[in-house]
């Protein structure tokens, strides 16, 4: 059934939202998103959560000097923010190939504009599926 | 005492006042232009949805990057040395929450506020007065931290000292003055310029910071022929503190000789920090709402890989702007207490950086008021963010959807978060006038712990858990910003030590003076088990549609 919600505008509503999800191409897209993002923030947390656990307990290891004045703390407190900028940009790249079309192929098939209503016939607008 | 010579001190203050002036006036112009573009709901609470990727980022970098990542930071790694980096490395590190669960998929099943999406497949009244609450309260913790910063800053930056006098304002009373001008500036951009407005002054106040920052590490860097191992000897060597200042552990997880708890008691505060940094900035209301100005999922994410950008870079300067000033500036003078304890640091390097490159006296007393009108144009933009967030809540949540249930005009709501925007901006003024004697960075602290284990939890429960229901976002909500206050209450911060808000009582029953490792996860078992305990089933239409909007668009407004 066609769902109304004090949220939602109402205007274009007339999309069946579990016909959607329940959909291959939908439960695609939902698997292509979480096998990169659920992982990349375990691995980014455990990441951080190892730098701020050597910074309270392997204070030696971090004081260990690599170069001139230049010691571990500093360098892995830098790797922090290379593994950020590294991890944001490995999404952006992945989002771009293999998220956007997929969320652009739904909203074509299932999100008809206004002026392209009589191009296809049902409101489900099932042209290939 | 001396601050600055008299001489000095009157042409810094001619200047800094000069050109804060400047950036007022080109603010409050812009913000007019921006008030008669804005007509209705769409345009004062989202800016018009119509924002580049670009430009976003750098409003959310110039609502982020407040006056206590500014000055703060910078004092305290010339305080402290290396732990002052590690506010730097949890505060960027925690864009990554924001990117990969949070900003698109909030884009797309929201509307102007956090709750939109908290309450988009429950029951709206009691889970959108919940993250009202919570809005307000992390906003108003937050805005109480800028003003009083701003207060304590001009009297400093102005060179009012304690026995003299400004237009006839002694010390307290130039604070107080400060305070309510810049409440009276933040409620003039907002209820004017709404979103729009705000938006375009939060990008400015980042060209100016993002410059003002580059131009003195450049500086910094020069003085020592870009040899950042001489920079680092030399601000050892002035501290005194010998190699420890380059390592963890002269602020946080401090070991106590002797005394294994309280060495236990410091390692976990430290992990506890680390905790709440990490995790607060994804549920910042005035955070989130940014993301509603920008056409779609995939200029969101634009956004946030710009901030993420901007945001870096800038905590990378603050390494050479903290420890520039420990090799540069006179240490005693740096750390007055009377004169914020190291939040005078990077204003201070300034006058340093001016007077040696651009011609003695003169060009320090300048370099030092461009710092300080910059630092000025940084509170200005937070608090305005601020007020903005909890006015959007207090009208589009309170009012419109929980009093009116949802059966008002967007013409009303507009003047009702006008209104809103006032009485917010009345109310911390007043509070921050009586808050002054509060540290800074406590207040900081309590809004990202506040963030982190009341919104974050119910955030990610309600876009990514299926069964999730209204008492469990309720639970989430209460469960987590209650105990996230309570910790902090019966802290070390609020009593029982040298510092405490009330050194004198002792009820500091919990040790650590960040209730994040505990709070967080008490926020996500509250939103767990209110789900299982609830009697109101999840509506699996209700999460269809959310999850359906929220990964591709469909239906988004």
């Known amino acids: 059934m066609t769902t109304s919600s004090e949220t939602a505008s109402g205007e274009r509503e007339n999309v069946d939202s579990l016909q959607i999800q329940r959909g291959p191409e939908f439960a695609a897209l939902r698997r292509a998103l979480r096998v990169f993002v659920f992982p990349a923030t375990v691995v980014f947390l455990v990441w951080y959560a190892l730098y701020v656990a050597l910074s309270a307990y392997a204070r030696d290891f971090m004081a260990v000097k690599v170069f001139g004045e230049i010691n571990v703390a500093l360098l892995f407190g830098l790797s922090q923010f290379v593994s950020t900028f590294l991890i944001a940009w490995l999404y952006a790249r992945y989002a771009a190939r293999n998220l956007d079309p997929k ?24 042209v290939q599926a | 005492m001396n601050l600055l010579a008299d001489g000095d001190t009157s042409t810094t203050r001619t200047w800094t006042i000069a050109l804060f002036l400047v950036f007022v006036a080109a603010t409050l112009a812009i913000t007019v ?16 949805r119509s924002f580049s990727g670009f430009q976003n980022g750098m409003a959310i970098g110039g609502d982020y990057m407040s006056a206590a990542s500014f000055l703060g930071i910078a004092g305290m790694i010339a305080l402290n040395g290396y732990d002052g980096f590690l506010y730097s490395i949890g505060f960027l590190v925690a864009w990554l929450v924001a990117l990969l669960l949070v900003a698109e998929l909030l884009r797309n099943s929201g509307k102007y506020t956090m709750a939109d999406v908290l309450a988009f497949r429950m029951r709206q009244r009691p889970v959108r007065t919940a993250a009202s609450v919570s809005t307000v309260t992390v906003s108003i913790f937050y805005l109480l931290a800028q003003m009083v910063g701003a207060g304590a800053l001009v009297a400093l930056l102005l060179g009012i000292k304690a026995d003299h006098t400004f237009l006839g304002m002694d010390a307290d009373t130039a604070k107080i003055a400060t305070i309510v001008l810049v409440g009276a500036l933040m409620i003039t951009y907002v209820v004017i310029g709404g979103m729009k407005g705000t938006t375009y002054v939060q990008i400015i106040k980042a060209v100016l910071l993002l410059v003002g920052a580059a131009l ?18 030399a601000a050892t060597t002035k501290s005194g503190k010998g190699p420890a200042f380059l390592e963890p ?30 995790l607060g900035t ?66 201070l390097l300034a006058r340093v950086l001016g007077s040696h490159f651009f011609g003695g006296d003169l060009g320090g007393a300048i370099l030092l008021a461009v710092i300080a009108a910059v630092a000025f144009a940084t509170i200005l933009a937070v608090v305005a963010g601020l007020t903005l967030a909890s006015s959007s809540s207090l009208a589009h949540d309170l009012y419109a959807n929980v009093f009116r249930r949802g059966k008002t005009s967007d013409k009303e709501e507009v003047v009702v978060a006008r209104w809103a925007a006032v009485v917010i901006g009345i109310v911390a003024i007043v509070l921050a006038i009586f808050a002054q004697r509060l540290n800074v960075a ?28 209204t008492s469990g976002a309720v639970w989430a909500i209460y ?34 003076t960040n209730p994040g490792l505990v709070s967080i996860p008490l926020g996500f078992i509250f939103g767990w088990l209110g789900t ?26």
């Open chain 2, 216 to 233: 003195m590490t450049v500086l910094v860097l020069a003085w020592f022929k870009f040899n950042l191992s001489d920079l680092l000897h």
């Open chain 2, 282 to 347: 994804a549920g910042l209301p005035h955070i989130l709402i940014r993301f509603y100005t920008v056409p779609n999922a995939k200029t969101a994410r634009k956004s946030v890989l710009w901030a993420i950008g901007i945001i870096g870079v800038f905590y990378l300067m603050t390494l050479a702007l903290g420890f520039g000033a420990a090799a540069l500036v006179n240490r005693p003078e740096m750390f007055d207490p009377d004169k914020g304890a190291g939040n005078v640091a990077a204003p």
């Open chain 2, 33 to 48: 232009w921006a008030g008669r573009r804005t007509k209705g709901a769409s345009d004062f609470y989202a800016g018009g």
């Open chain 2, 479 to 512: 469960g987590g910003l209650g105990s996230a206050v309570l910790l902090l209450v019966f802290s070390p911060v609020v009593s029982g030590t040298e510092n405490a808000l009330f050194p004198g009582a002792h009820f500091n029953l919990f040790p650590l």
């Open chain 2, 442 to 469: 406590f207040l900081v602290g309590l809004a990202f712990a506040v963030a982190a284990s009341g919104n974050l939890p119910a955030i990610l429960y309600s876009l990514f858990w299926k069964r999730f229901n």
């Open chain 1, 103 to 126: 969320a652009e192929a739904l909203r074509r098939e299932y999100e008809r504009p206004a002026d392209d209503a009589t191009a296809d016939g049902g409101p489900e607008g099932t």
């Open chain 2, 249 to 278: 552990g002269l602020k946080y997880g401090k070991e106590v000789p002797g005394d294994a708890w309280q060495t236990m008691v410091n390692k976990l505060d430290l992990l506890s920090l680390g905790l709440a940094l990490v």
């Open chain 2, 532 to 557: 299982l305990i609830g009697r109101d089933k999840a509506d699996p239409e209700k999460y269809a549609e959310l999850e359906v909007r929220s990964l591709t668009g469909i239906g988004a407004h």
